[in-house]
């Protein structure tokens, strides 16, 4: 037997819990105060119009719904970015956040043989088996600093430092997972330095554009620095939060490159990891997110419901609970998982822990 997954193995054991006041914080996913999953009334919109529409079923090219790949692109790096128009960014559509990280892992394994990559320490739980997986070493870099419950920037910066040259530093383009905690855009530029100095190539994970802040050109601020700088840059996106749509397994992964000769290669090698892994990406996904972020009244919308879902989880900065309270054992947890109601049983169940 495979041991339960440590995230997705929590949900499982919350579903065959039947008390009451059962709450789960385990998962990353967003929940209204009611504590029900929430549809953004945007995905809905989108929903009708590809119904009316009509769409067929029929394959998607291996890079996915061209039109998707053309907007993700844009929300990351800014729609007037000169990459986009001089042609340097490969994008492909991805199986959310977690399958575009896999492309990218695999073309890390393929094309830079012995190349490490550097991440967060901690982080998110699925990033170790993502590069364990597709055979890349890995270590990790400093970054939470218990002392002042804030970011460790100087043991960062040295272990940025200290790595191989040619590292890929995974770096978390917002709303670091687990910690929350972010550098300052004075940091950012440091980060930045360091990764030039040493010819490294960052390697941002993105899948809460928009949460951080409730701004996607905010989110996105840290992704842009590196681009601006002229450096190539990798980032797996995911709209599994931003826009809920976490069954549909959207994202995408983006390579800039230095010229568009080379990212015309980079996007036909991402391709040819593709084919043999999952053959091309399911197409709903890509509609919904191509019709909000195509659509200028869809897309006002759109940010107009997220800067509503960042304010809740910011809302719950008093948390609390008791005995049914489910999350990881590092004590992560998800504050989207968190309404304002249950506040009082989880602070309950904090200071009951504690003293015990
Ligand atoms: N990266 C980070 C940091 C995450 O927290 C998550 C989701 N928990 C993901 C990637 C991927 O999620 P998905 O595959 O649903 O896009």
Known sequence: MAPPDPILGVSEAFKADNHELKLNLGV???RTEELQPYVLNVVKKADQLLLEKGENR???PIEGLAAFNKVTAELLLGADNPVIKQQKVATVQGLSGTGSLRLAAALIERYFPGAQVLISSPTWGNH?????????PWSEYRYYDPKTVGLDFEGMISDIKAAPEGSFILLHGCAHNPTGIDPTPEQWEKIADVIQEKNH?????????????GSLDADASSVRMFVARGMEVVA??????????????????NVVCSSPDAAARVKSQLKRIARPMYSNPPVHGARIVANVVGDPTLFKEWN????MMAGRIKNCDNMTNKWHVYMTKDGRISLAGLSLAKCEYLADAIIDSYHN
């Open 304 to 307: 107009e419901e997220m800067e």
């Open 128 to 136: 170790k088996n993502i590069f364990n997986d597709a055979r890349v």
């Open 201 to 213: 190539i960052p390697f941002f994970d993105i899948a809460y554009q928009g949460f951080a802040s």
């Open 236 to 253: 797996a996106q995911s709209y599994s939060k931003n826009l809920g749509l976490y069954a549909e397994r959207i994202g995408a992964i």
């Open 28 to 30: 990353g996913a967003y």
């Open 58 to 60: 029929e394959y998607l």
